[in-house]
């Protein structure tokens, strides 16, 4: 059926504000089972179909969970957009409530109806992965900080310190947690034929490993979300763009900064150690710099060659062949 109906969903961890902007309605709800048949309700109420509607929302990690799991037992198809998308859109602003959030939001998916794309559900064994990804990062970035105050307290304390035993404690508490989740994640994925094998190639590629390839698999949805290595570039913040208007305004192309931060993040890593051992990268790589070019251009280059290799390998479902031109 064709899609009719535009609501806007602003989402907060207790309560969920939906509006209407073709029938100028409103209507809150608690996050909560009991909520989200009251959404059902009032969709009722109006008539509307749910295979008309969708229902527009922002990434707000956890807390849509519950209401997306209920959308897609229900049918009821919607989408997550980057709050800076919307933002964006709106221009010149002024107030800001829940109510006024969500007919916003709805405004926005009005206006973009015709490109809007249905979210599809994760099977069990990416949405675990997902889950498992991002809570290996946050203790990761826990360790990192507790590490840092550490070599702090050691230039004013003792090592045998109470403060400085201590966050050493935790920080072995943190390695050991760590790698149960880092095993516990390559074990689900051998179970998986689809998701391992994709795996396996990446890993054909110097400088992805393990973890670089997880957050790939996790970003793409197993290579699912993305049509080509370009969108995925863009994505990650690391495709170049032109810069020009008339003959006036003439920039070096250069990267957006609307991008996954953690994913550019463990690309540069990627990048950094591919660099190092593999011998077409590394050749390009000093090569550029002996012409007098960038380091930090040149980083970024080699980023967008891994993307581009996985990408390639993927797609033929061969090893990467180290060497053979027409993978890179």
């Avoid at 591919?274 to 990268?281: F, R, S, V």
């Amino acid at each position: 059926m064709k899609l009719q109906h535009i609501i806007g969903a602003d989402l907060s961890k207790e309560s969920i504000d939906l509006a209407s902007t073709e029938s100028q309605s409103y209507l809150r709800i608690n996050n909560s089972l009991k909520g989200f048949r009251q959404l059902l309700n009032w969709l009722k109420d109006q008539k509307i179909k749910t295979s008309a509607v969708m229902i527009v929302m922002e990434h707000t990690g956890l807390y849509s969970y519950r209401m997306e799991k209920f959308l897609y037992r229900h049918q009821v198809a919607f989408t997550k957009i980057p709050a800076l998308a919307i933002k964006r859109s709106l221009g010149l602003i002024r107030g800001k409530n829940d109510k006024i959030d969500a007919q916003r939001i709805a405004r926005y998916g009005l206006e973009k109806r015709d490109i809007l794309v249905t979210t599809k559900e994760l099977n069990k064994t990416l949405e675990r992965l997902k889950m498992l990804h991002s809570t290996r990062a946050l203790l990761v970035k826990q360790r990192a900080s507790l590490i840092c105050a550490v070599k702090e307290f050691q230039e004013l304390l003792k090592q045998s310190d109470l403060i400085i035993k201590s966050q050493l404690q935790l920080i072995n508490d943190f390695s050991i947690q760590i790698k149960k989740i880092e095993a516990e994640m390559t074990g689900l994925i051998k179970k998986d034929q689809s998701v391992n094998q994709n795996f396996k190639l990446l890993k054909t590629i110097k400088g992805v490993g393990n973890i670089v390839a997880i957050a790939v698999i996790v970003k793409t949805r197993n290579f699912t979300m993305f049509p080509n290595a370009r969108k995925f570039a863009c994505y990650c913040g690391t495709a170049p763009f032109e810069y020009s208007s008339g003959k006036s305004i003439r920039r070096k192309t250069r990267i957006s900064h609307l991008a996954d931060k953690k994913m550019k993040t463990l690309l540069d890593q990627s990048a950094k150690t591919a660099i190092q051992y593999d011998k077409e990268l590394k050749t390009f790589y000093e090569r550029r710099i002996e012409m007098g070019k960038s380091k930090k251009s040149t980083i970024n280059i080699v980023r967008n060659k891994i993307i581009y290799r996985m990408f390639a390998v993927i797609k033929r479902q061969t090893p990467f062949i180290e060497n053979y031109l027409q993978t890179a």
